[in-house]
């Protein structure tokens, strides 16, 4: 069974070269997949130089395009499950297994930060706006995650095939993208991870662009018409 | 109408025509916008043309205060047309992003190739 770790990363190559080289320690026979999300850094080269496959995007398109085109990637070339891994090294290499272990009675797997093993701390705005989408994801699909908006998270290759063409391109696209597993019907699970603090980046969170994206989120869950695309034309492009 | 304002829209209509056509002229606006933008400033131009005919029209609505007509017709036309836009853009973006997946699969290919 071929494995894959999808990882996007925008200006990274402080952060990349350490997770990389955990990630050949800890699983060696899986592909690695760097998507470049537009860096001005040496992202890609320092990807290339680790032997990772790399992607290179031209332009930024946010963490949501750059893994639409990872599952894309994994997807044409075979790859029979995935999961996303972050390039800043707040993921821990030690939890993939539990992740991958748990898609044998799954689709997709969420790896939770806010059950009992996980102790990941965050400020009270955005506690309050994870509880709400929380909440709403629950309203609409009757299943309760704890953690919605992790990116921790493993799949299998028919959702591989499904996130190839549509997966929603925006920030906060973790949120989105459970709807849309679950709205094709997917099973997806929540397995309990712990998390590091980031080793190198930004973070991705300001407070007005939180404030949007979640709104819109919210507007999306409401309006319950937003992921009903009909499979664009990339589909035949695709095979 | 009265003097004033109908020399301001003529003015208008003289400076929106000229612009208009010095852009078909240069083959900057795909076709659908010209076609577009010629009607709008042949609708001025007949407004400034004919200075009654946006009178008569008003009092047909029964709006009291002409030029209001005016100003509703031009409000309603740009709503329409940023509408259109933002459907426009949509798409662009959407193809855009497309490319650029497009754009860094061949990247893939192409350095499978050479190495």
Redesign the interface.
């Known amino acids: 069974m071929r494995t894959a770790a999808i990882i996007p990363a925008f200006n990274e190559a402080e952060s990349l070269p350490a997770v990389l080289a955990e990630l050949a320690l800890t699983v060696p026979d899986h592909d690695v997949i760097v998507v470049d999300d537009g860096s001005t850094d040496a992202t890609a080269e320092v990807a290339r130089a680790a032997g990772a496959t790399c992607l290179s995007l031209p332009f930024n398109l946010g963490i949501g395009g750059a893994m639409r085109l990872g599952f894309r990637h994994a997807f044409e070339s075979g790859v029979d499950r995935a999961y996303q891994f972050d390039a800043d090294g707040q993921h821990d290499p030690s939890q993939i297994a539990h992740l991958l272990a748990a898609l044998d009675h799954a689709d997709m797997v969420v790896g939770s930060r806010f059950t009992d093993s996980g102790d990941y701390r965050v400020g009270r705005s955005r506690a309050l706006a994870m509880g709400l989408l929380r909440w709403m994801v629950r309203l609409m699909s009757g299943q309760r995650f704890t953690d919605t908006s992790s990116g921790f998270r493993a799949f299998r290759r028919p959702v591989l095939e499904a996130f190839a063409t549509d997966y929603p391109v925006e920030y906060m696209d973790s949120v989105e993208a459970l709807i849309v597993a679950l709205r094709r019907g997917f099973t997806v699970v929540e397995v309990p991870v712990t998390m590091r603090e980031r080793t190198g980046g930004v973070p991705s969170n300001r407070n007005l662009r939180l404030a949007y994206h979640f709104v819109r989120v919210l507007i999306l869950l409401v309006a319950g018409t937003g992921r009903r695309r009909s499979p664009s034309s990339l589909r035949s492009a695709a095979q | 109408m009265t003097g004033t304002t109908h020399a301001l829209l003529a003015a208008l209509t003289v400076v929106a025509v000229v612009m208009i056509l010095r852009l078909v002229r240069l083959q900057v606006l795909k076709a659908k916008y010209t076609i577009l933008w010629l009607t709008v400033g042949l609708v001025l131009a007949i407004a400034a043309a004919v200075p009654n005919l946006l009178d008569w029209a008003a009092d047909l609505l029964g709006i009291w205060y002409q030029p209001t007509l005016f100003l509703l017709l031009a409000i309603g036309f740009l709503l329409l047309l940023a509408m259109h836009f933002s459907y426009e853009l949509s798409r662009v973006e959407k193809r855009v ?2 490319l ?6 061949l ?2 290919d192409l350095d499978d190739e050479q190495g």
Request: hydrophobic content about 50%; charged content about 50%.
């Open positions: 992003r497309v650029a997946e497009e754009l860094a699969l990247r893939r």
